[in-house]
């Protein structure tokens, strides 16, 4: 697929509806909060824990028909009840996702590759699935609003990479984006070589937001295409944490059939996990991380979600 490729439909805008029943039964509420050093954050203000978990076999194909029965849920090393867990689905649900595009001077070699990637996550996204688009350098703008269109917009074909990376902006503002969307599933795909060097928001901070909403990040290390070993490393490093964090996965891919793969899989991956949502028998709210595990009933079985929340905090 060229990546030049021309729109070949207009950008529909979504209509959002209310929030109410799916806030309240499905989903952390958030609220935007200021901490000391001015940093907008998401803060969950319920009792709610929701968990997008994938499970796959020892060769990594997704498992289904598992029931609620096959879930453990330990928080902190403690078992949680199964009277504790409000919902179960297993259905192939729909998603919004949000992608934020690093358009940073540091990504000048590496952009054409970048909008390829692009095109191939929208490719991959189901009828029913939404995206919105961000570029980001020392600001972030939007590029498109959520919507099911499968092209990159025109402005995209005109992005030219220049500036410094608010890379820890872009995902907390992907979030607060999120926040306000009706479905039970949240993705952050982040295409970039990982050099932060703008931001306002801490790495931590911008973690904290996205798994404030349920959002799971996928990240698509750009760099992996030159070889800057020892600044590729810790710029990977923070990539990894963002995605092992919220239970997403990394990639490292130069390009070709294995980046086309690996989006293939990121979109499979979205519409084939078990969400589950309960309520912690902790009912301290202390503000502290609380560490989730999940184990299955049944052997070689591999479950993966996101790592903790940090809990309400009256």
Known sequence: MSETRQPRHSLRRLVLNPLILFTLFLFPSVTRAQNSQDDDVLRVNTDLVVLN????????????????ADFKIFEDGREQSPDTITGF????????????LDTSGS???????????????????????VAAIYRFDAKIELVQEFSPGRDLPQMAYSIRA??????????RRAAIDLSRREEKRH??????????????????KALES?????????????????GN???????????REFA?????????????????????????????????????SNHTRDGRWRAIDIKLSRPNLNARTRKGYHAPKD
Do not use: C, W
């Open 229 to 239: 070993a020892s600044r590729d490393h810790q710029n990977a490093m923070a990539l």
């Open 107 to 129: 990504m000048e070699s590496r952009l054409t590759l970048a909008r390829s990637a692009a095109i191939r996550f929208l490719d991959g996204l189901r009828d029913e699935d």
């Open 244 to 280: 092992s964090k919220s239970g997403g996965r990394y990639v490292a891919s130069a390009g070709g059939q294995a980046m086309r793969d690996a989006f293939k899989g990121i979109v499979s991956e979205l519409g084939n996990q078990y969400t589950i949502s309960y309520r912690p």
């Open 162 to 171: 220049k500036g410094m990376t608010a890379l820890n902006d872009a995902i």
């Open 89 to 100: 689905n297993v259905e192939e649900t729909p998603f919004a996702a949000v992608l934020l």
């Open 210 to 226: 996205a798994l404030a909403v349920g959002a799971t990040i996928y990240t698509v290390d750009m760099s992996a295409t030159e």
């Open 53 to 68: 978990v994938t499970v796959t076999d020892a060769q990594g194909n997704y498992v289904h028909g598992l029931k609620a």
């Open 187 to 204: 993705a952050i795909i982040v295409l970039s070589d990982g050099m932060d060097n703008f931001s306002k928001a801490s790495a931590s």
